[in-house]
């Protein structure tokens, strides 16, 4: 087995690994771009923000609802290398729509602004919904099963780096370089996806299914009924459940428990992002390249053990104070601030450990020209479990549960992850 940073080296996943990590780059780049501005230039009222902050997240998502399934049918009937070309070309054209929104936002016409800039949020969930599942359904194509582990766990760890520099980046300049910048990366992405190798349609010729709602229907009926699949896609959307949780909650916790400022906030993201990326080297190398949920249960026990003693530290906390926050660096000097980066850090690195076996599982057990369409279903059903999270945040913040006590309430649903990881190492390893 080629070890798993040597698939770097090779053109089979080179291109394809570039390729994603400059998308993902991209789309938050511009996202958190132009949520900042909005929230900064734009709104003065917190309701009006934290609207404009769900609406975009809704926008984002509804794509994965209505269009998984057609792009699951389309990439197992076609090139997907060509898909990849496509949609890499739709990017251009979005991004100029979307630097437009926010340079005409910039220039005081604010209706128009951001309306554009929504637009493109659509849009680029739609590109999404359309590269998400060959990004994994392609490896099996591209390499021999002996790495495709290692593949799926480089494609994780390159998408929540990613991630994470497009946040940096988005906090740290201005909005009119931010509007340079994306157009100039999916230039950039456009060029490097045509490197792809071709990845043809395998098995027999697909009749595609148009109407969103009854393909997706029918794509998530013709999955879920294999329990080894089931489970490993009810493991994975309780995961995304649980992370669209610690999302929404870290933001409030970091400024009214923790008492520190964006920096901070900013500092918590990149430690997780890089924390998920570590554990999906690390669990490669523990496997030696074998897709297996061996490790999944304790893994995701642990995450939620460190889940309940990050409650416990930030309780433990010296907020600053009244009326002022923490910078990044009076942050630092607390004294369990190293116990709460570090903590944070093994909450992600386990959740990393935990969810990229499940991901090669799923391209690796089916044919390999049903790939597409079982990631797919797997897309339209972590997109419900992440709104139902969402709107789970919501009804229980309302009750009046605080931040440090919802870390109890996500760590409390990682047993039930535990206890589905584990039936299916029982049902197939």
Same mark, same amino acid.
């Given at each position: 087995?080629?070890?798993?940073?040597?698939?770097?080296?090779?053109?089979?996943?080179?291109?394809?690994?570039?390729?994603?990590?400059?998308?993902?780059?991209?789309?938050?780049?511009?996202?958190?771009?132009?949520?900042?501005?909005?929230?900064?230039?734009?709104?003065?009222?917190?309701?009006?923000?934290?609207?404009?902050?769900?609406? /975009?997240?809704?926008?984002?998502?509804?794509?994965?609802?209505?269009?998984?399934?057609?792009?699951?049918?389309?990439?197992?009937?076609?090139?997907?290398?060509?898909?990849?070309?496509?949609?890499?070309?739709?990017?251009?054209?979005? @991004?100029?729509?979307?630097?437009?929104?926010? #340079?005409?936002?910039?220039?005081?016409?604010?209706?128009?602004?951001?309306?554009? @800039?929504?637009?493109?949020?659509?849009? %680029?969930?739609?590109?999404?919904?359309?590269?998400?599942?060959?990004?994994?359904?392609?490896?099996?194509?591209?390499?021999?099963?002996?790495?495709?582990?290692?593949?799926?766990?480089?494609?994780?760890?390159?998408?929540?780096?990613?991630?994470? @520099?497009?946040?940096?980046?988005?906090?740290?300049?201005?909005?009119?370089?931010?509007?340079?910048?994306?157009?100039?990366? /999916?230039?950039?992405?456009?060029?490097?996806?045509? #490197?792809?190798?071709?990845?043809?349609?395998?098995?027999?010729?697909?009749?595609?299914?148009?109407?969103?709602?009854?393909?997706?229907?029918?794509? *998530?009926?013709?999955? #879920?009924?294999?329990?080894?699949?089931?489970?490993?896609?009810?493991?994975?959307?309780?995961?995304?459940?649980?992370?669209? @949780?610690?999302?929404?909650?870290?933001?409030?916790?970091?400024?009214?428990?923790?008492?520190?400022?964006?920096?901070?906030?900013?500092?918590?993201?990149?430690?997780?992002?890089?924390?998920?990326?570590?554990?999906?080297?690390? *669990?490669?190398?523990?496997?030696?390249?074998?897709?297996?949920?061996?490790?999944?249960?304790?893994?995701?026990?642990?995450?939620?053990?460190?889940?309940?003693?990050?409650?416990? %530290?930030?309780?433990?906390?010296?907020?600053?104070?009244?009326?002022?926050?923490?910078?990044?660096?009076?942050?630092?000097?607390?004294?369990?601030?190293?116990?709460?980066? %570090?903590?944070?850090?093994?909450?992600?690195?386990?959740?990393?450990?935990?969810?990229?076996?499940?991901?090669?599982?799923?391209?690796?057990?089916?044919?390999?020209?049903?790939?597409?369409?079982?990631? /797919?279903?797997?897309?339209?059903?972590?997109?419900?479990?992440?709104?139902?999270?969402? *709107?789970?945040? *919501?009804?229980?913040?309302?009750?009046?549960?605080?931040?440090?006590?919802?870390?109890?309430?996500?760590?409390?649903?990682?047993?039930?992850?535990?206890?589905?990881?584990?039936?299916?190492?029982? /049902?197939?390893?």
């Amino acid at each position: 087995m080629i070890n798993a940073l040597g698939l770097l080296k090779q053109r089979r996943f080179l291109p394809l690994f570039t390729t994603q990590f400059f998308g993902a780059f991209n789309d938050n780049l511009f996202k958190t771009s132009m949520v900042l501005f909005a929230t900064y230039e734009i709104f003065n009222d917190p309701k009006v923000e934290a609207n404009f902050n769900a609406i /975009a997240t809704g926008i984002a998502i509804l794509p994965f609802f209505l269009l998984s399934a057609l792009a699951g049918q389309l990439a197992d009937s076609h090139d997907k290398a060509r898909i990849i070309r496509i949609v890499k070309t739709a990017e251009i054209a979005i @991004m100029l729509l979307g630097a437009t929104g926010l #340079m005409v936002a910039k220039a005081g016409h604010t209706n128009l602004g951001i309306g554009l @800039m929504l637009g493109a949020v659509l849009l %680029l969930g739609t590109h999404s919904t359309f590269f998400g599942p060959i990004k994994y359904a392609i490896l099996p194509q591209h390499l021999p099963p002996g790495d495709v582990l290692g593949g799926t766990g480089l494609v994780e760890a390159g998408t929540y780096l990613a991630i994470l @520099m497009g946040t940096v980046v988005a906090g740290w300049v201005s909005i009119e370089i931010a509007a340079a910048l994306v157009i100039l990366i /999916a230039v950039a992405g456009w060029f490097i996806g045509r #490197m792809v190798p071709p990845a043809p349609r395998e098995g027999p010729k697909l009749k595609l299914n148009y109407n969103p709602f009854t393909a997706s229907w029918r794509l *998530i009926g013709a999955t #879920m009924h294999i329990p080894r699949l089931f489970l490993a896609i009810c493991a994975i959307s309780f995961f995304w459940t649980i992370g669209a @949780m610690l999302i929404i909650v870290f933001p409030p916790l970091v400024k009214n428990v923790l008492s520190a400022d964006e920096r901070v906030a900013s500092l918590t993201i990149a430690v997780f992002s890089v924390g998920v990326a570590i554990g999906s080297v690390v *669990i490669n190398t523990m496997l030696k390249g074998r897709i297996s949920a061996r490790y999944s249960p304790l893994s995701v026990i642990a995450m939620g053990g460190f889940i309940v003693l990050f409650s416990i %530290l930030a309780r433990a906390w010296t907020p600053a104070p009244t009326g002022t926050y923490y910078g990044l660096s009076a942050f630092m000097a607390q004294p369990g601030a190293v116990p709460i980066i %570090l903590t944070l850090a093994a909450i992600a690195i386990t959740g990393g450990m935990f969810v990229v076996p499940l991901y090669a599982f799923l391209t690796t057990t089916v044919e390999k020209d049903q790939t597409a369409r079982t990631v /797919a279903a797997n897309n339209v059903v972590n997109s419900g479990a992440m709104t139902i999270g969402s *709107i789970a945040v *919501i009804g229980i913040s309302y009750l009046g549960v605080t931040p440090e006590n919802m870390l109890l309430v996500v760590a409390a649903m990682c047993l039930i992850s535990a206890w589905i990881a584990q039936r299916l190492h029982l /049902a197939c390893d």
